[in-house]
DNA sequence: GCAAGGTC
């Protein structure tokens, strides 16, 4: 029997097709990567009787990078990489086995049905899946055609099953224009953010940011935010004059000028005075219009994310966490829809009667059937959100609880009818001015019944009365008042401007905006306003100043529309792709060459490099003091070599006893991670410039091979890690009295001979004389820190004694250990330096 | 240490 592999975009896409083509028949087993499910039935294609094997991958097999040197930040000109700088495509989740697993899946397997989601980027993963299965596929029969391609819109039995039936074959223009999309994005992005990061951060200290990244989404997203804050900041405040007038027949009324305002007090207080020459207000007219609120349409992934952050005060990131789980669990449709508009075959009333229980669909259902939603817009993707079963708040939990209320709460508005109301407004003349007065009544709630939040406000009644009806003057008035800046953009108001702007996707939009808070480039104010840092104001000042197209939203649309002629195959790739690159690569130059106009606005909000920080250590050089500047990335600067050196981050630095690197003269610095945590010495040199060929960038002294120096893993190592196949552990001479060891890769530390007066590795140590735990009066002791029985109560990490060699030639573990510890030390790995470790090897074994 | 796009 020949067999049928077809493949989908996600694990829950998998299992829900193959449950409606095989009819709830198929057996599910794990894939080798745990991620992935294979869902297998027999059944028939093209006319044979088949086996069928659905499974999926998990987004984009792969992702595209540079290779070699280029990958390395701070190792070319960021010049190169518009062009030399050659790219791979590598997996996108190494963890994850994909290309592996695809390929164990696609050995004799006959056909493919490729059911990625349908649009750009599916049918670009289409390609990536092909490229790893076809290898493994049988050959085709003569011209048999192998490969198809399921096109459908919703995951309903009768779309899954048409697809089925109308197999097409995949898009390449479309994967190709998504190719282009990712080499560009590629290499602006990092060409840009690596020369930024580079310049400012070996210009200022207090730059409050490891990385300063630009990107063709997220950095107009923050050009809305700061276009905002440049509102507010040259917002100038006006007085305006507004004249009130109160009025009374049987109750007293507050008019509303019809004037609005005036810019001048002498004004106002003219048109005052003009009012009060009459003690009585003449009713010109009274009318009534029935308006009309209307439900809303659908919803989208968009909208959602707006709602939930101005109305839940939940983030965009943590919202589609929440969606993607009650989508999982069968709560949801797919939460990452464009389309506004419910397909024809949508079961209308059923989803609503799923909701009887909860909520009262009556009012939405009419005598003849549903109330008809409204026509909203098809982007081809996905069904609008909606529930799928009834669920209660207990077995939500109150985040997914309260986003489920609200998708249910809309659906039911979308079919359900407007809102009607009776707008009543009533005319005065007092003297030569109008003044008016209206109110609100509701007709019918409609679908605000169901959002309440969006319904009329009750309102006392107005006073019945017709034209020609006269009132009592009871007060006029001149009111001062000021008009108001603007506020800070709210979290929703700037989804809309990226959607309006095509910036980001559905669900790429949460982490550009999750991506400018991290980079400290905005905050996030109470009511999820964003206000902009100082950091991000000057760079998007900057910008404009050099070059206002990148930053204008304008540019992500402008690409856009080239890579949609590639799609459309009205373009050829390489020639989009070069042009494109090329314009880019001019900006870039242009920005480098310009970047002092940049500077300028940073001079004014940060402070030189060399002006900040303490002094902590001298320099291997000139023999000064170099400055320590503890803003990220924390560094030590020499204002006299104008030298910057990088130190390990995320612990506290402090000099080293004035103790100094034997190569280079550069003063020790210990990096301490806490109290009770490791510690080990670095030398700043050393640290970015490896002193030998088995070190690399990033090395403290505990891993350091030089063979005599006192600081060094030579010196101090003691044996191999308990817990990391490659760490070394290394005595923390700084440590005590409370002693001990840490790996020099991991974060296991070993602690041992608490209360020892002195430990030194291989030589000796001495207890304090007066509270010694051993024996006989005894103060001094060597030994192996593992084996040697008078230590053995001294060492804390159980682990460390189990794994030593000695112990496990026991056999307590033999064979049920993960495997690690077995090989000998120094063998096959030449980090670790050879005499020291054969010293080891020989002492332990 | 970089982008944006999928999804886990």
Redesign the pocket.
């Known amino acids: 029997m020949r067999t049928v592999l077809m493949v989908a ?4 896409l998998a299992q829900s097709i193959a449950k409606i083509l095989s009819k709830g028949s198929c057996s599910t087993r794990k894939g080798l990567n745990g ?1 992935c499910s294979v869902h297998e039935y027999t059944g028939s294609f093209v006319g044979q009787n088949v086996r069928f094997k659905m499974t ?11 290779i070699g040197k ?5 190792k070319v000109d960021p010049a190169e990489l518009f062009s030399k700088a050659p790219t791979e495509k590598k997996e ?2 190494p ?2 086995n ?1 290309v592996k697993f695809l390929q164990v899946e696609a050995k004799g397997c006959d056909y493919v049905v490729l059911w990625l ?1 349908c ?1 750009k ?2 049918e670009n ?1 289409c390609f990536e899946v092909l490229d790893a299965i076809q290898p493994m596929m049988n050959k085709s029969y003569g011209n048999e055609r192998t490969i198809y391609r399921a096109k459908f819109s919703s995951i309903t039995d009768t779309d899954i099953c048409n697809a089925m039936n109308q197999l097409g074959e995949p898009n390449k223009n479309e994967a190709l224009s998504v190719d282009a ?2 080499e560009l ?2 290499r ?3 060409a840009f ?2 020369f930024q ?2 310049y400012f ?1 070996g210009k200022y200290g207090n730059l409050d940011s ?10 107009p997203t923050l050009g809305f935010c700061v276009e905002r804050h440049d509102k507010i900041q040259s917002f100038k405040a006006e007085a305006y004059w507004v004249v009130q007038a109160k009025v009374s027949k049987d109750s007293p009324l507050t008019l509303d000028w019809d004037r609005v305002r005036v810019f001048d007090r002498d004004v106002g207080q003219m048109f005052v005075n003009m009012a009060k020459t009459a003690k009585e207000a003449k009713v010109d007219s009274v009318t009534k219009k029935e308006k009309a609120k209307q439900r809303p349409l659908a919803l989208n992934t968009v909208e959602m994310l707006r709602v939930a952050s101005s109305a839940l005060g939940m983030g965009p990131q943590h919202t589609m ?1 929440i969606a ?1 789980r009650l989508y ?1 669990q069968g709560y949801i449709s797919y939460p ?1 829809t464009e389309t506004t508009h419910y397909p024809e075959n949508f079961d209308l009333k059923g989803t609503l009667k799923q909701q009887a229980n909860t909520f009262n669909p009556d009012k939405a259902l009419k005598k003849d059937g549903i109330n008809r939603p409204r026509k909203g817009a098809d982007a081809g993707d996905h069904p609008p959100i909606t529930p799928m079963r009834a669920a209660s708040e207990s077995e939500l939990g109150s985040d997914g609880w309260r986003l489920y209320d609200y998708i249910t709460r809309h659906f039911i508005a979308t079919v359900s009818p407007d809102c009607k109301y009776l707008q009543t407004t009533i005319s005065f003349s007092i003297a030569t001015e109008g003044f008016t007065c209206s109110g609100k009544t509701l007709i019918s709630a409609g679908y605000t019944e169901v959002m309440p939040w969006q319904g009329i406000p009750q309102e006392e009644a107005l006073p019945v009365c017709e034209r020609g009806d006269t009132f009592t003057v009871d007060e006029i008035k001149l009111l001062e008042k000021q008009t108001n800046p603007p506020d800070y953009l709210t979290e929703s108001e700037l989804i809309t401007l990226m959607e309006k702007h095509g ?7 949460p ?2 905006i999750n ?1 400018i808070c991290q ?1 400290n480039y905005v905050t996030v104010e109470s009511g999820r306003k964003l206000k902009p840092t100082n950091l991000g104001i000057v760079l998007v000042h900057g910008y404009y100043k050099i070059d206002a197209d990148l930053v204008l939203p304008t540019i ?1 649309s402008a690409v856009e529309k080239q890579l949609t002629l590639i799609a459309l195959g009205k373009a050829n790739f390489q020639q989009v792709l070069q042009h494109t690159l090329d314009i880019f690569k001019r900006k870039f130059h242009y920005f480098v060459d310009s970047i002092a106009g940049m500077d300028e606005l940073m001079e004014v909000s940060f402070s030189p490099i060399a002006d900040t920080g303490k002094p902590l250590s001298r320099c291997g050089k000139c023999h000064r003091f170099m400055k320590y500047i503890q803003a990220k ?1 924390s560094r030590l600067h020499c204002s006299h070599c104008d030298e910057t050196y ?1 130190l390990p981050q995320n612990g506290a630095i402090k000099l080293y006893k004035e103790l100094k690197c034997p190569l280079d003269e550069f003063e020790l610095v210990l990096w301490t991670s806490g109290s009770r945590g490791k510690s080990y010495p670095v030398c700043p040199y050393c640290f970015s410039n490896p002193p030998f060929r088995d070190m690399k960038k990033g090395m403290g002294c505990n891993e350091c091979t030089h063979p005599s120096c006192q600081h060094s893993l030579n010196s101090l190592g003691i044996g191999q890690c308990v817990e990391c196949e490659t760490g070394v552990l290394v005595f923390d001479p700084t440590s005590g009295p409370k002693w001990r060891m840490a790996c020099n890769k991991c974060n296991v530390v070993v602690h041992f001979f608490e209360q020892a007066h002195k430990v030194q590795v291989s030589q000796d140590m001495d207890f304090n004389k007066t509270r010694s735990p051993l024996t006989d009066g005894e103060t001094q002791h060597t030994g192996c820190a593992f084996c040697d029985p008078v230590f053995q109560d001294l060492v804390e990490l159980k682990y460390a004694t189990m794994r030593h060699p000695m112990h496990r030639a026991g056999g307590a573990r033999r064979g049920r250990g993960r495997g690690r510890g077995r090989r000998p030390m120094g063998k096959g790995n030449p980090k670790k330096p050879k005499d020291k470790m054969a010293a080891l090897a020989a002492y332990f074994v």
């Open positions: 975009e996600k694990p829950s991620a999926s991958v998990c987004g984009h097999v792969m992702s595209l990078d540079f280029y990958f390395v930040f701070n996108a989740n963890k994850l994909m989601d649009d980027e599916g993963i999309r990712q994005d590629l602006i992005g990092c953010t690596r990061t580079k951060q490891s990385l300063i990244s630009f990107g063709p989404c997220q950095t966490q993607e999982t990452r910036i980001g996707t559905d669900a790429s939009i982490v550009h991506n980079r992500r990335p990088s």
